[in-house]
């Protein structure tokens, strides 16, 4: 069974850093495009950040110029550098993954995990 497994989150001061990665485990035959979504208390979640199995990048407009989505396609690993945090920023942040594996092909989500920025 594959899994996306996710780290990095915490509580930050706002202006502050953090980093998330999220890695995908099992028998997998293609990650094709992975990203980051989040979802804040009572509003429906949203696309932060994607990035193409070739390296194509797309991002929120809130979060441009602050937050850099990358990946290691060897560690089928996808990573999302967050700098000038802000409390707006706050939400649970999911991992998501196109992936051809043993069992299906297509969307694949993390558990989340809780970013909370301070003001």
């Known amino acids: 069974q594959v899994q996306l497994v996710e780290s990095g989150g915490g509580l930050v001061q706002a202006g502050g850093s953090l980093r998330l990665s999220c890695a995908a485990h099992?028998?997998?035959?293609?990650?094709?495009?992975m990203g980051w979504y989040r979802q804040a208390p009572g509003k429906q979640r949203e696309l932060v950040a994607a990035?193409?199995?070739?390296?194509?990048?797309n991002y929120a407009d809130s979060v441009k110029g602050r937050f850099t989505i990358s990946r290691d396609n060897a560690k089928n690993t996808v990573y999302l550098q967050m700098n000038s945090l802000k409390p707006e920023d706050t939400a649970v942040y999911y991992c998501?993954?196109?992936?051809?594996?043993?069992?299906?092909?297509?969307?694949?989500w993390g558990q989340g995990t809780q970013v909370t920025v301070s003001s």
């Open positions: 998501n993954a196109d992936l051809i594996t043993a069992q299906a092909m297509g969307d694949h």
């Open positions: 099992g028998i997998i035959f293609r990650v094709n495009t």
């Open positions: 990035i193409t199995s070739g390296g194509s990048t």
